[in-house]
């Protein structure tokens, strides 16, 4: 299988933008300084902090904004 089970997606993200991240330290090309000494854990959690996370954004309401015209 070339893609993880779509119930792994967002874990496999985070893995996948973590090794990103690393290898870029690595080479000296990050730019995000305050990252630099995070463990993998911190790292992993700063990550999913960043992540969209379509559950949490709030549907703009038209039917209510266009009552008012």
């Known amino acids: 299988m070339l893609y993880p089970d779509i119930t792994r997606i967002r874990e496999v993200s985070v893995t996948v933008a973590r090794e990103v991240i690393r290898q870029s330290q690595k080479q000296k090309l990050d730019r995000e300084k305050s990252i630099r000494g995070m463990s993998d854990a911190q790292l992993d959690v700063w990550i999913k902090e960043r992540m969209y996370d379509p559950a949490s954004t709030k549907i ?10």
């Open 60 to 69: 703009h309401d038209t039917q209510a904004s266009t009552s008012k015209l």
